[in-house]
């Protein structure tokens, strides 16, 4: 009973990849046939529990629950200016000690999938985009300390500055897709 996954309903189990050739298609499992007797049991989707698992969601909750609690402290006058500037400091060293482990940890997962014939032109291929992954990576960072920056030198609260950049970054994305139909 333990042993036993829960999910959505999938007409031939938990790993069916939708596939419905004829050697294992069975209409009568089929959810999206109007015809089929478990018609409309589509998977249900737990949208917090999922959200929940994410790791990047807990790592962007300790990223501002830190700051956070920095902030509440230096205001509070528990802790002193050199100190809030050290937790700045411990914070991206955390980032890019976190992006370092995930950047070889990814590369060790795909050495080992990947066959050894497709390792050579699928290298290649990644060795050209990097520069534009790199380029991007930077400009995150640097974007993540300027806001810091304005929060910290200039007394801008981060969410007025971070969605100021997000609408701005909208608005831009907003005026290339209209740039581009034109």
């Given at each position: 009973m333990f042993w036993k996954r829960t999910g959505g309903i999938k007409p031939y189990g938990y790993d069916w990849d939708g596939n419905r050739s004829p050697p294992d298609y069975d209409w009568r499992r089929d959810p999206?046939?109007?015809?089929?007797?478990?018609?409309?049991?589509?998977p249900r989707h737990r949208w917090l529990r999922d959200w929940a698992r994410a790791p990047i969601v807990w790592a962007?909750?300790?990223?501002?629950?830190?700051?956070?609690g920095a902030v509440a402290l230096y205001a509070l006058g528990v802790i002193s200016q050199d100190t809030i500037f050290a937790v700045w400091i411990v914070k991206y060293?955390?980032?890019?000690?976190?992006?370092?482990?995930?950047?070889v940890w990814s590369v060790v997962a795909w050495f080992r999938k990947t066959p050894g014939e497709e390792?050579?032109?699928?290298?290649?291929?990644?060795?050209?985009?990097?520069?534009?992954?790199i380029a991007w990576y930077t400009a995150l960072m640097a974007v993540c300390i300027g806001l810091d920056v304005l929060e910290k030198r200039y007394g801008v609260p981060f969410f007025a500055s971070a969605g100021g950049l997000l609408a701005a970054w909208l608005g831009v994305m907003w005026w290339w897709q209209r740039a581009q139909k034109v």
């Open positions: 999206w046939r109007p015809d089929s007797p478990v018609f409309g049991q589509w962007l909750l300790a990223w501002f629950t830190v700051t956070l060293l955390v980032l890019f000690a976190v992006l370092i482990v995930a950047g390792r050579g032109p699928a290298l290649r291929e990644k060795l050209k985009r990097a520069p534009r992954a």
